[in-house]
């Protein structure tokens, strides 16, 4: 057995919290029975969560307050005036802490790469709870610092322990820096669809579709540079998963993970070919009527959220319930330049009769090809 510090370590709770009590102690009357079971799958902040919430759950607290935290100062500590740490705990990726003061307990957790935070706060009562999150947190966060040439992007998952969300800066280029990488017939629409603003949304789906190589996923980045002032970008690490899970979808759809509360969000989902191909319904059960409903369904009517999709296949290939007229925002066919456009881009001949796409076009300016291996004819029949 892995870890047998953790396996079947079972703490059982029957009239008060005997484990807790030397941490912590609750008051034993009227305790709410628990039961806590960790294994090799849980973490020494997994225990902290246990401890935070012990006299929550035995009825002494009788208020919870959380707030979440952007950027947080160097020197912020996170905890208010007067706070006794009685747990501290360090991984790869945070730092937390748990404190108790009089009538409260905190746990504050703080990821080291991008400074990002939460606090939680049990007290006795309401008052209580509010004013010591207010010591821990007013003033800690440090101003937005978002450059020009960045945006933020919020990166989603399902763990272990349900739908996870983190943020990255990433570099997102404006339209004009772009424009000349993308054949003509495309750079039109997706000039227009720079210039959308939330006045002007005629649906809430959008389609990027064409052959790998040919600058999709730039496109959707210079729209998150477009559209920054009004909309929050997300991207979707395992859209197979949200569209699978009800739970996951409601939590990414209605979440309030805003970074700056901004009036719509874009959800990025990329090559999803088996989502919205034509035999969609028979190969992926209800995962296409749930993204159908995020966009103009019910669940799309309480939420301002757009969805952009990008696929390999051919237009003509997807799920007509995709494409019909009124439910899509953009379909926009990004694919190879044509060979006139080519040459121009690349400043020489050297194109091929059928064109090419804009990865095809930096490797032959920059003289880049793949490392291969040469391999001597071997006949069959002489290896396993």
């Not at 339209?175 to 720079?194: T, V």
């Not at 439910?327 to 090419?356: D, F, K, S």
């Amino acid at each position: 057995m892995s870890n047998p510090s953790w396996i079947g370590i079972i703490f059982g709770v029957s009239q008060q919290l005997h484990v807790l009590r030397n941490v912590i102690q609750p008051d034993p009357a009227s305790v709410l029975p628990v039961r806590l079971q960790f294994d090799d799958a849980d973490s020494p902040i997994d225990v902290l969560d246990a401890l935070l919430i012990a006299r929550f759950a035995a009825g002494e607290h009788k208020a919870a307050h959380t707030k979440s935290l952007k950027r947080v100062r160097a020197e912020a500590s996170l905890l208010p005036v007067g706070a006794t740490v009685i747990r501290t705990v360090q991984d790869e990726n945070r730092n937390a802490v748990l404190a108790v003061g009089e009538g409260w307990v905190a746990l504050t957790l703080l990821w080291r790469e991008n400074r990002n935070g939460s606090v939680t706060v049990t007290a006795v009562d309401d008052e209580l709870a509010a004013r010591v999150l207010a010591q821990a947190t007013d003033g800690v966060e440090e101003p937005p610092t978002e450059e020009q040439g960045q945006v933020t992007m919020g990166f989603w998952h399902l763990g272990d322990h349900g739908p996870r969300r983190r943020t990255r800066e990433i570099d997102a280029p404006t339209w004009p820096e772009i424009s000349r990488n993308y054949p003509s017939n495309a750079a039109g629409a997706i000039e227009q669809l720079m210039a959308m603003r939330p006045g002007k949304l005629a649906g809430r789906l959008m389609l990027l579709h064409g052959p790998p190589g040919t600058g999709k996923t730039t496109v959707l980045r210079a729209l998150a540079q477009a559209w920054r002032e009004w909309c929050e970008v997300d991207c979707v690490l395992d859209p197979e998963r949200l569209f699978g899970s009800p739970t996951y979808l409601m939590d990414v759809a209605v979440s309030d993970n805003s970074d700056d509360k901004k009036e719509w969000r874009l959800l990025i989902l990329e090559d999803c070919d088996e989502l919205i191909s034509g035999d969609a319904k028979q190969s992926t059960g209800q995962a296409l009527s749930r993204l159908l409903n995020l966009t103009d369904g019910l669940l799309g009517q309480g939420c301002r959220t757009l969805v952009a999709i990008t696929t390999n296949e051919d237009l003509s290939r997807l799920h007509p319930a995709v494409t019909r007229p009124g439910r899509c925002l953009a379909q926009i066919e990004v694919g190879a330049m044509p060979r006139h456009e080519a040459e121009a881009w690349l400043g020489r001949p050297g194109v091929g009769p059928e064109g090419a796409t804009l990865a095809e076009l930096f490797a032959l300016r920059n003289n880049l090809a793949p490392v291969v291996a040469e391999v001597d004819d071997m006949p069959t029949g002489m290896y396993l």
